[in-house]
T-cell receptor, first 114, second 115 residues
Framework: DGGITQSPKYLFRKEGQNVTLSCEQNLNHDAMYWYRQDPGQGLRLIYY???????QKGDIAEGYSVSREKKESFPLTVTSAQKNPTAFYLC?????????????FGNGTRLTVT | AQSVAQPEDQVNVAEGNPLTVKCTYSVSGNPYLFWYVQYPNRGLQFLLK??????LVKGSYGFEAEFNKSQTSFHLKKPSALVSDSALYFCAVRGTSSGTYKYIFGTGTRLKVLA
């Protein structure tokens, strides 16, 4: 079955450490996204990529970095510069150029930084 | 700028009763609207999307959404609620400017269906 795989499901880190969240898709979608979810705030866009080797900052990119070396993969690094990294992180993909194409989501990674 | 609002943090409904989860939007041009559902510690699942010209859109699991252009609303509905419908629901809008691939989400509405 096609889908998006995020790993790990739970991640624990000490403050000051960088951490990388994995996102892999086999839907053959060109566009991929990273969202952060906090209680009562909905989803906020961190980074998105419309095509391999290209990505753009979203609304809350500070303290995060991404790469897009392969169509299937869009890893997110949460750096020590991110002030409040504890959150639920969601990766998604879609078909670009089709305005009513829905997002497909992975099952998320819950990051806890202490 | 595109935006979407979900005015209710929580909606409670008795099992078997009809349910409505509200969403209003603000976009320039044609609206591209979506509803998603999220169960605890899971990603969002697509329920339905607005199709231009259809004021009533049918989706997964018996859900439907009513589009009202004059009220700029896209409310999610179901004729008879199930306890298993209890979850977090998100409305989303996508920009229509060429090259814009961002989806804007509401803050979510928690639906609680009481047995």
């Amino acid at each position: 079955d096609g889908g998006i795989t995020q790993s790990p499901k739970y991640l624990f880190r000490k403050e000051g450490q960088n951490v990388t969240l994995s996102c892999e898709q086999n839907l053959n979608h060109d566009a991929m996204y990273w969202y952060r979810q906090d209680p009562g705030q909905g989803l906020r866009l961190i980074y998105y990529s419309q095509i391999v080797n290209d990505f753009q900052k979203g609304d809350i990119a500070e303290g995060y970095s991404v790469s897009r070396e392969k169509k299937e993969s869009f890893p997110l690094t949460v750096t020590s510069a991110q002030k409040n990294p504890t959150a639920f992180y969601l990766c998604a993909s879609s078909i670009p150029g089709s305005e009513n194409s829905p997002l497909h989501f992975g099952n998320g990674t819950r990051l806890t930084v202490t | 700028a595109q935006s979407v609002a979900q005015p209710e943090d929580q909606v409670n409904v008795a099992e078997g009763n009809p349910l409505t989860v509200k969403c209003t939007y603000s976009v320039s041009g044609n609206p591209y609207l979506f509803w998603y559902v999220q169960y605890p510690n899971r990603g969002l699942q697509f329920l339905l999307k607005y199709i231009t010209g259809d004021n009533l859109v049918k989706g997964s699991y018996g859900f439907e959404a009513e589009f009202n252009k004059s009220q700029t609303s896209f409310h999610l509905k179901k004729p008879s609620a199930l306890v298993s419908d209890s979850a977090l629901y998100f409305c989303a809008v996508r920009g229509t400017s060429s090259g814009t691939y961002k989806y804007i989400f509401g803050t979510g509405t928690r639906l609680k269906v009481l047995a």
